[in-house]
């Protein structure tokens, strides 16, 4: 029997006691929640879509109510986005034992997205999403391993396999029912949360098979509950186990192979535990702005027989009098408690490796936590804001965080990192301008202090990102990342994994 099997009515009142949040954004200090969406029947000034700084997408324009069938489809809306992707991986210290080799990717494609408009409430949408790989920018068949933040624009697994680059997938199917109350999706959806991200920053984003609610109990306050059987990552054309690493083949790219997965919770060793394969994942959340200028919420997320989560994350405001400026620290305490995973991942780590250095007691337990704190200093008129920030990992387990929502995300992580290994502190500081209204940038630097006692876990690095946006028109965006990470081997006798990454990205909107 798998143990710490959960009720829903369990879920939904650990919620209703305050068991939820969500993360912070990649440049909006806070990413909201899921929203109860308005129909708006009249045209508007603003694009029918707009483009967030994390890269997800807000609906400005939305199909209406209707009375009868015929009209539910007819007067529907297709949203278009066309898109270009180029990644270049430049290893100081190549070496192809260690799949360290110099890569670059190309991924060119799209997505087309439908809307129904509303009939009694009830509504569906539809989401294709593709992404072609022109052969003279993206690496031979067979070398397709090698690839590092390219990766998520075409499928390695389908490479491997015979079938060639490109990549093609419904990422949104879902039924919906909505009134001013709740918000129903049954199917295939997007769930921004602190657990769970759609992480669309390549061309495909990460989305989950289920059942989502949402409610709005108060002013200012809402609730949520999901229920996920499946995920499907970003360069995955079919979904597939929500935890499990490797199939029954052994094959690691044919299950979640998340780059934040527990590869020690594996297909066979599931069955030698005697547990289930096939997992489920269930999420609360409970988000509040009733108290002017703060933004509080808790979260809960279960998947029985391997792990629980609790997170508590609170963001304020203070004006710096009439000056424009405002200060709003932040914080997010993040506890992870072994609801099984840690017997069957028994004595190894994130990454699948002998938790050699690890505090006595992580043999068989995946009992962990992490603190993150911040400081923003927003200016005037949304130009830009400041930041500080701080994550410290216990000396336990690791965080185990494989859908996308980074444990350190809008704190402390820079990108392509993963710094919630056991006994980590990061430190990071940033700053974001918008120079002129079409122009934007950030330039962060973050100091990651690994646990040099730990063999099985990367050596401490220096990194520093510079990101820029500039905004052709209200449709079309060019963003380009330049990212240069310093390891710092010394005498610990690690690898050193220093690289220059450069990305472009061009979004059209339609």
């Keep these: 029997m798998k143990r710490g099997t959960i009720q829903l009515g369990l879920a939904t009142a650990a919620i209703l006691m305050g068991t939820v949040a969500n993360a912070g954004g990649d440049i909006a200090p806070v990413e909201s929640t899921l929203e109860v969406q308005k129909p708006e029947s009249t045209p508007s000034m603003k694009p029918k879509r707009q483009m967030k700084g994390n890269m997800t997408l807000k609906y400005n324009v939305l199909p209406g109510n209707v009375d009868n069938m015929?009209?539910?489809?007819?007067?529907?809306?297709?949203?278009?986005?066309?898109?270009?992707?180029?990644?270049?991986?430049?290893?100081?210290?190549?070496?192809?034992?260690?799949?360290?080799?110099?890569?670059?990717?190309?991924?060119?494609?799209?997505?087309?997205?439908?809307?129904?408009?509303?009939?009694?409430?009830?509504?569906?949408?539809?989401?294709?999403?593709?992404?072609?790989?022109?052969?003279?920018?993206?690496?031979?068949?067979?070398?397709?391993?090698?690839?590092?933040?390219?990766?998520?624009?075409?499928?390695?697994?389908?490479?491997?396999?015979?079938?060639?680059?490109?990549?093609?997938?419904?990422?949104?199917?879902?039924?919906?029912?909505?009134?001013?109350?709740?918000?129903?999706?049954?199917?295939?959806?997007?769930?921004?949360?602190?657990?769970?991200?759609?992480?669309?920053?390549?061309?495909?984003?990460?989305?989950?098979?289920?059942a989502t609610l949402a409610l709005k109990v108060a002013p200012k306050t809402k609730v949520r509950l999901a229920y996920f059987t499946a995920q499907k990552l970003r360069d995955h054309e079919n979904s597939h186990d929500v935890v499990t690493f490797k199939n029954a083949a052994g094959e690691s790219w044919a299950n979640n192979d998340d780059s934040a997965i527990h590869k020690g919770l594996n297909y066979n060793a599931f069955v030698a535990a005697g547990e289930d394969t096939d997992h489920k994942l269930y999420l609360a959340d409970f988000r509040t702005k009733y108290v002017q200028n703060l933004d509080f919420t808790l979260s809960y997320l279960q998947v029985p027989?391997?792990?629980?989560?609790?997170?508590?994350?609170?963001?304020?405001?203070?004006?710096?009098?009439?000056?424009?400026?405002?200060?709003?620290?932040?914080?997010?305490?993040?506890?992870?408690?072994?609801d099984g995973g840690g017997a069957v991942a028994g004595d190894t780590n994130l990454k699948g490796k002998a938790l050699e250095?690890?505090?006595?007691?992580?043999?068989?337990s995946m009992d962990t936590s992490l603190i993150n704190a911040r400081l923003d200093l927003k200016m005037p008129n949304k130009k830009g804001f400041f930041r500080f920030g701080y994550s410290?990992?216990?000396?336990?387990?690791?965080?185990?965080?494989?859908?996308?929502?980074?444990?350190?995300?809008?704190?402390?992580?820079?990108?392509?990192?993963?710094?919630?290994?056991?006994?980590?502190?990061?430190?990071?500081?940033?700053?974001?301008?918008?120079f002129t209204p079409k122009f934007k940038a950030s330039v962060r630097y973050a100091i990651q202090d690994f646990d040099d006692n730990k063999p099985g876990v990367q050596a401490d690095s220096n990194i520093v990102h510079l990101d820029t946006w500039y905004n052709f028109s209200k449709n079309f965006q060019m963003k380009t990342r330049i990212g240069i990470v310093n390891a710092d081997v010394g005498n610990t006798g690690k690898q050193d994994v220093s690289y220059n990454e450069y990305r472009l990205e061009f979004n059209y909107l339609f």
Excluded: C
């Design 70 to 210: 015929s009209d539910m489809f007819s007067q529907g809306i297709f949203y278009g986005r066309l898109r270009s992707n180029t990644f270049y991986w430049d290893w100081q210290d190549e070496n192809e034992a260690k799949k360290r080799k110099t890569n670059k990717a190309w991924g060119l494609g799209g997505s087309l997205i439908y809307k129904s408009a509303i009939l009694n409430g009830m509504s569906f949408t539809l989401g294709y999403y593709g992404s072609m790989n022109p052969d003279f920018f993206r690496m031979d068949a067979g070398d397709e391993k090698f690839v590092k933040a390219g990766k998520d624009t075409f499928s390695r697994y389908k490479v491997k396999t015979g079938g060639g680059y490109g990549i093609h997938t419904l990422a949104q199917g879902f039924l919906e029912y909505q009134n001013e109350m709740i918000d129903l999706r049954v199917g295939r959806q997007l769930f921004e949360s602190v657990f769970t991200k759609s992480n669309d920053t390549k061309m495909i984003p990460n989305s989950f098979d289920g």
């Design 305 to 338: 027989g391997v792990v629980k989560d609790f997170v508590a994350e609170a963001h304020y405001k203070i004006p710096l009098g009439d000056s424009g400026w405002a200060v709003r620290p932040g914080v997010r305490y993040f506890l992870q408690k072994d």
């Design 357 to 364: 250095g690890y505090a006595s007691g992580v043999n068989g």
């Design 392 to 434: 410290k990992i216990e000396d336990k387990a690791d965080i185990f965080a494989p859908w996308r929502g980074f444990p350190t995300g809008g704190f402390t992580r820079a990108m392509a990192q993963y710094n919630w290994y056991a006994n980590t502190t990061t430190y990071m500081a940033r700053a974001v301008y918008k």
